[in-house]
């Protein structure tokens, strides 16, 4: 439906009315006495009626502004109502998390296990997604995504920079290094879309840099790892998501050559929920996984 006047004009009445002082309206609305002043007058002007009137230092309301005022002050409580809980429901409820599918497979799944889900303000709702969702318009809550934390309009704080490298299933190529970078020259190399800076790495290796016989771009980064892991060919990863295969053993670096992808992990979330307990909460505990790992990378080195 459409309302015919400003809605800031009603709002500014209806505040003048419930009060009946411009002053204390403009308190209300974090505005100046004459804006209020303005919004009157504009609200009178286009319904051809006056609203309220001042009698001395009072203000009193004339007979139309006596119609109109219930009818708002109605219509601003059941906006206040609906607000109110729809922001409790998202305060209270599960923090909705978007992620990319090879973050959360590779980096968070085989840390979940640690989560503490059953403590309040920890209840998490995730989904994968290969493009970042539109936060603003509420389609999650948060999200990790893969980038240089320029995303306008949001929120971002660094969770680490990522480090590229190129793998393959143990014993793909051997030998020297030469022999391995002829090997590689006959192999299938997987890329995916989200890796900006896989040339970086192929121009930064000794002898190189290597030239495959087929580049295969992929939509997603996880369809990469497994790609190598199965023996289909090699892969440039990050090597903070390809450690939980490494791990596994079936997966290594071909040449042991990490390389700054330029990029990182970033907490990404809409300015009003900075102060959110449980983002807060989320990022601590990512942050205590991620020192945990920088830990044990460090001790292996």
Known sequence: MRIPVPLNALRAFEAAARHLSIKDAALELAVTPSAVSHQLRTLEAMLGVELLRRIGTRLELTDAGCRLAPSLNQGFALIAEGVGALREARRDGPLRVNILPAFATHWLAP???????????????????????????????AGIWYGDGQWPGLQADLLFEATIDLYSRPGFAVGTRWERIEQLSRANLFVSRHC??????????????????????????????????DGGGVSIAVCELAESVVREGRLESVFGHPVSAGLGFWLVYPDALREDRRLDNLRGWLRSRIREQLAQKAAAA
């Open 111 to 141: 840390r979940l296990n640690l989560y503490p889900f059953e403590q309040r303000g920890f209840s998490l709702q995730i989904s994968t997604t290969q493009d970042n969702v539109d936060l603003a318009a509420g389609v999650a809550d």
């Open 196 to 229: 900006l800076s896989w040339r970086r790495w192929m121009d930064s290796l000794p002898g190189g840099p290597i030239e495959p016989a087929v580049i295969t771009r992929v939509d997603s980064s996880g369809l990469t790892v497994q790609a190598a892991a």
